[in-house]
């Protein structure tokens, strides 16, 4: 024992060292020399070159620096580097692979290091991909493309290069820690387990398999108006996305879609994020026939559906043909991917499992932004003004209008979402706010609707409310008929049984799930948050 306190405090006493060097040395004037204590922040721990980060540098200063994009043909790119101050890049197409459209390399030169021991740390990207790396030696380096993924991203790259970002070499340890959820994304049975894995280990979720068949024989009789659907995708673009957006959220499921029964009888789906004939994700109404037809044969993100049923005493005070109306009006709507991230982020730092903080966010959004602009003012540009009370800043104005409040990136995107925010492509919902806006539509917030904005509220949050059958006997009769085990809720669809921490126990409250903390594994709730 003593042999291992001497190791620990004496691996703690060199840190230190380092630390109280570079903090001393950078309040110096700078000179050139074949050693500058900064270049030591890569290796230290995260948790402690962040701070020292943070105390040397502004928000902005920390971003990724947009380089520019190297492209084929005799087009070269040339730049000063943080570390090596005479770079250049250019891109080769080839078609190493044999395959339909080949694929590239991306050649970089890196020279005139200021320092012996510093690095250059970039971030190379397409809408298709992101992959990073390091250079501490000068000389030509390259990066492979072995094989570009099918025509949209060998047209983009031919047409607009491959984007290439300069990031703080204190970041190093962060990129390391993120690498592994990159797997999660592809659509093969190693992403599925990588997506599994990565709920086991950070948010101690458990996958138990259910008896065959992994699909319920429904009869739609007992289906009615309001009834929930909880969906969780689980491989593919989709399914990795999930995986995210659950570890952020502590939601057991990523997506979401309500049932609702016309004057006819004729049962429907109503979703958000229903993708249309020209690709865009819309809300759209759908006859259950042909929404329950695509979850069990051509969706192929694997998805685990339960069906929540509305309580009777809750099912009794849904007004339908208000749910309806509403309904109706945000048909063929856009998905709410204005306010997506904001149901997330409630508190400065309680809502960011490490290695993620407000700084990693706004690095992705510089990322984001620089290769599909659109989607920049589609996803954040226009939440972050509504914040600020401006219009048509883009995110590096923001950060400056930030700073000149006194104020911080984190606190603003701490800031509540309104409901009656309206965007320039009108009123924004996800799934599930397109679901609890028509629940309060349908009045089952009663007089708490006005002081609770459904925008605020995850997915988890939504199942939690108590709204939904207490008592299994009035469960429909096909539920849960192939399990041995007996949910409170209908699982209709899915290999691994579904959970739902926490189903069916919070009663709404005004300003419910403003300032909620949701830090894994426990994802701990304190009351009235």
Known sequence: MASSSSSSSSSLSSILSIVVLILIVSTAESVKSPFHPRDLLPHLPRQVSWPILNSLYG???????????ASSGNDSVDWKGACFYENTAWLEFHNKSGSEFGGGTLHIKADKAHSWTCMDLYVFATPYRVTWTWYFISRQHTVEFPEWDGRAEYEYVKNKGVSIFLMHAGMLGTLQA???????????????????????????????????PWVTNVTTDQIQSGDLLAISKIRGRWGGFETLEKWVSGA?????????????????????????????????????EEWWAFEQTKDDSNPQIALLPLHPDVRAKFD???????????????????NLIFSWIDTVSE??????????VASFMTVWSQMQPEYAANMWNEALNKRLGTEGLDLSDV?????????????????????????????????????????????????????????E????????????????????????????????????????????????????YSHMNEQCPTLPPKYNRPDNC
């Open 320 to 338: 339908v043909a208000a749910a309806w109306k509403y309904a109706r009006s945000m048909e063929g709507k856009p998905y709410g991917y204005h």
């Open 178 to 212: 993120l690498w592994d959820v990159f797997p999660l994304f592809t659509n093969t049975g190693w992403g599925e387990s990588s997506n599994l894995a990565f709920l086991e280990k950070h948010m101690g979720a458990n996958f138990e398999p259910r008896p065959e």
């Open 59 to 69: 928000a902005a200063d920390l971003l990724p620096t947009f380089i520019g994009t």
């Open 457 to 508: 509220f995850t997915i988890k949050d939504a199942y939690m409310l108590n709204f939904f059958e207490n008592n299994a006997s009035r469960l429909p009769t096909w539920c849960n008929d192939n399990d041995n085990v007996k949910l409170p809720y209908c699982q209709i669809l899915g290999k691994y049984r579904m959970e739902l921490p926490g189903y069916n126990t919070m009663e709404p």
């Open 351 to 360: 809502n960011y499992p490490p290695p993620l903080d407000a700084h990693i």
């Open 252 to 288: 057991y499921a990523g997506h979401s879609a309500v049932c609702l029964r016309d004057s006819e009888g004729k049962l429907w789906v109503g979703e958000s994020g229903n993708e249309n004939e020209k690709g865009e994700d819309v809300i759209a109404i759908l006859p259950w």
């Open 399 to 455: 950060l400056v209008e930030v700073e000149k409040r006194g104020s911080s990136f984190d606190k603003l995107l701490a800031v509540p979402e309104q409901d009656d925010w309206i965007y320039s492509d009108g009123k924004s919902t996800s799934c599930i706010a397109f679901i609890l806006e028509l629940y309060k539509e349908a009045g089952l917030f009663g007089p708490l609707a006005n002081s609770i904005q459904v925008t």
